[in-house]
């Protein structure tokens, strides 16, 4: 099986930025959660004066995610979504992708899970309720990320991992090989 890290890897750009930028232009009214997106600014500049890698991201997006109680039919904005953002999936995956294929995402489970249903591939991401904005579980980075995939496929043989972050480290650990992603260039992970 091959792993891949979802954002800046196999889709270009960052799609939950992008989601919450498509519910602005069509549903302003989300904006009145512009408070907490002031607090996810502040969060996330104290988590890059602590250890990116192991610090818990829970709190920075679930000011972020203040927005979503907001959307109205968001089943229906979210098809509406991966219709026009499918096109950002990056043609090399698109090429190699294999029905085994899992992917593992700091991402909402909510976000992802339709492109990856269209996809026929697994996913691993965090969980997040839409109707309240609230992380359910951990951000699913970092070292998190192999612990969930550890427990959701204990003794799992990864024959390739890609990701363009440096802190999927723990991940890239796991794997026989692990590759570095930077935009179109896929290459070996840096030692």
């Known amino acids: ?4 890290d ?19 232009a069509r549903q302003p009214r989300i904006l009145r959660a512009l408070p907490r997106w002031s607090r996810a600014l502040i969060s996330a500049l104290d988590m890059l004066r602590d250890d990116p890698v192991s610090r818990d991201a829970t709190r920075c997006k679930e000011h972020l ?4 109680p907001l959307v109205r039919d968001m089943p229906g ?4 979504f991966w219709s026009g953002h499918a096109r950002k999936l990056r043609e090399w995956y698109l090429e190699m992708k294999r029905p085994d294929d899992i992917i593992i995402s700091a991402g909402p489970r909510f976000l992802l899970q339709p492109v ?8 691993i991401a965090s969980d997040v309720d839409p109707a309240t904005g609230r992380c359910v579980s951990r951000v699913c980075r970092g070292w998190v990320k192999a612990e969930r995939f550890n427990a959701e496929y204990p003794g799992a043989d990864i024959d390739s991992f890609y990701s363009d972050s ?10 026989r090989r692990a590759y570095m992603v930077r935009g ?5 992970w840096p030692e």
């Open 77 to 80: 904005t979210l098809e509406r």
């Open 6 to 24: 979802f954002d800046g890897t196999i889709y270009s750009g960052d799609s939950t930025l992008d989601f919450t930028l498509y519910c602005l």
């Open 65 to 68: 995610y203040a927005y979503l």
């Open 116 to 123: 990856c249903d269209k996809l026929r591939v697994s996913l």
């Open 166 to 175: 440096g802190s999927d480290l723990p991940m890239a650990k796991l794997a």
């Open 184 to 188: 179109k260039r896929v290459m070996d």
């Open 1 to 4: 099986m091959n792993v891949f």
